[in-house]
């Protein structure tokens, strides 16, 4: 089976630094996807993960073990247009590279 | 960067009818193409994956007769509600893989369905 696992809510004020948590348990594993999505709007690439460590793009970074089935998000100098959902995916090796999606994590950022 | 468009941005129907949502590749030729649904504050659930020129794979527990998906092209996919009922009510995505990758999916606009 695949279980991919965040927390469903996450608060922040502006200009904080926040980290999204993701483990999952796939029946493959290729790489890990993060995606943002504005409410009622199609989800936006954030970032890719194939091997373990840290990438960094901006003022998002993102990272992967795959040994333990966790990666998580980091999201710097937070911005009040950051209030969106995030959604890890695991591109699995079974059948034609399907993402399967988590649960999706809905973040506020506060004044 | 890539664009995706899908049509009906929209649409409301009533119970019974069928609806037909079309997904676009603008930039470039999808040989795979993917079709989400997404109900109100959840995470995106893989319906179907289309293959051009082949019959789509389904996933697990979505019925194949009632979600009907047709891949004319390597730049269109169709997936058509049929005798839509109101649990169909849903944000409807697509997302399209590059020919020859690298593997990342870029996602269309979404197509909100209101089942009357």
């Known amino acids: 089976g695949q279980n991919i696992d965040q927390p469903t809510e996450m608060t922040a004020t502006e200009g904080a630094i926040v980290q999204i948590n993701c483990t999952y348990q796939t029946s493959g594993f290729n790489g890990l996807f993060w995606y943002q999505q504005h409410a009622g709007e199609a989800p936006t690439f954030l970032s890719y993960n194939v091997l373990d460590g840290l990438e960094e793009k901006g003022r998002f970074s993102s990272f992967l073990s795959r040994s333990k089935g966790y990666s998580y998000l980091l999201l710097k100098e937070l911005q009040m247009k950051d209030s969106a959902s995030y959604l890890c995916a695991v591109e699995t090796n079974t059948g034609f590279q399907k993402l399967v999606f988590g649960t999706g994590t809905r973040l506020l950022v506060s004044p | 960067g890539a664009v995706v468009s899908q049509h009906p941005s929209w649409v409301i129907c009533k119970s019974g009818t069928s609806v037909k949502i079309e997904c676009r590749s603008l930039?470039?030729?999808?040989?795979?193409m993917f079709w989400y649904r997404q109900f109100p504050k959840q995470s995106l659930m893989l319906m179907a994956t289309?293959?051009?020129?082949?019959?789509?794979?389904?996933e697990q527990g979505v019925e194949k007769d009632k979600f009907l998906i047709n891949h004319a092209s390597l730049t269109l996919s169709t997936l058509t509600v049929t005798s839509a009922h109101p649990e169909d009510s849903s944000f409807y995505i697509c997302s399209v893989q590059k020919r020859g990758g690298p593997y990342e999916q870029y996602f269309g606009p979404g197509t909100r369905l209101t089942v009357t």
């Open positions: 289309s293959n051009e020129g082949s019959k789509a794979t389904y």
């Open positions: 930039d470039f030729q999808a040989t795979t």
